[in-house]
């Protein structure tokens, strides 16, 4: 993958030779989906607020691999700016957990006041140790589960159906203790996976389900809404610490300033998936009872939450208006 990505990040130096400094960025979404559009915003604020010296080239739609391989390179420093889900962080910054637990958070605003407060800047500040820089948190919506079998109206109805998850061991336990079976793939083998029946479906946000063209092949849709977990845009440590402070400043503050726009996209995005999804005739389930499936995730939490510090973060994200 790390060959696979220099040809990609060769092929396009020529048009970004204008900067001084320029700073390749990876996304495994689609060009003018609401992340891609938010580090587009990033850049633009970057050149502008650097006279010309600092620009961001964004490779979309997964160019420079899957999220486990570009984690991979970002660290290493072949990519230098990484949006990624948190879920494949789980098994490596073990604070990211928190964020991937099944109904952590009661709302997406409940979120949002968490990652924008203290909290979620204790969490950034744990990527240093790992050879990354955490810059912001950009939005993933309410997460719920999809199928091409039959709608799930019930906890029982998820008995035996194989789901895509991320690689991460809270997202497989989750699935196993609902009563189905977690299959680990990368985003972009699940339309064929279902097609071809190796797994019935996956779990996402509406606008992931819509332009990915999963609601294709799975027909029913269930607003479980199990999951409301950040994203997270970050940096190679080792391009980081090679930039002045000066930079650095710039660098961070675009970030944050890419956030509301980030937002502000994602909530037209969100709407108008939806629309489509509906529009397309597939099943949504709406308005499930959760209960029996937040008491199955005690043993997500017994099992993931053990140390000191994961459960004083767990009171904590509570605690938060």
């Known amino acids: 993958m790390v060959t696979t990505s220099l040809v990609a990040l060769i092929a396009a130096a020529g048009a970004a030779q204008a900067c001084e400094i320029t700073l390749r960025s990876s996304d495994t979404h689609p060009e003018g989906y609401p992340t891609v559009a938010a580090v587009e915003a990033m850049g633009d604020m970057l050149e502008e607020r650097s006279d010309g010296r600092i620009c961001v080239e964004v490779f979309h739609s997964a160019q420079l691999g899957e999220e486990k391989d570009t984690i991979e390179q970002t660290q290493l420093g072949v990519i230098d700016l990484n949006r990624v889900s948190l879920g494949p962080f789980n098994n490596i910054i073990e604070e990211t957990k928190v964020f991937s637990l099944p109904y952590i958070f009661r709302s997406v605003e409940h979120m949002h006041n968490v990652v924008d407060g203290e909290i979620g800047d204790e969490i950034l500040g744990e ?182 510090k994961l459960k004083d973060l767990v009171t904590r994200i509570r605690a938060v208006e």
């Not at 909530?267 to 709406?286: P, W």
């Open 127 to 308: 990527f240093s140790n790992h050879d990354l820089v955490g810059l912001a948190y950009y939005d993933g919506g309410s997460r719920s589960f999809y199928n091409s079998q039959k709608p799930i109206t019930s906890i029982e109805d998820i008995e035996g159906l194989k789901f895509r998850v991320m690689q991460s061991d809270v997202f497989v336990d989750m699935v196993d203790a609902l009563g189905g079976n977690a299959t680990p793939l990368p985003y972009g083998e699940v339309y064929s996976s279902i097609q071809t029946g190796v797994i019935d479906g996956a779990e996402n946000n509406w606008p992931s389900f819509e332009s990915s063209g999963h609601y294709e092949v799975a027909g029913y849709y269930t607003l479980d809404q199990h999951l409301i977990v950040p994203e997270v845009l970050v940096m190679s440590k080792m391009k980081f610490d090679s930039l002045s402070e000066e930079d650095q400043a710039l660098i961070r503050q675009a970030a944050k300033d890419s956030m509301p726009i980030m937002r502000e996209q994602w909530a037209a995005r969100e709407k108008a998936s939806e629309e489509k999804v509906r529009a397309a005739g597939v099943e949504i389930v709406e308005n499930i009872d959760k209960t029996p499936f937040i008491e199955a995730m005690d043993v997500v939490y017994e099992k993931h939450v053990t140390s000191d």
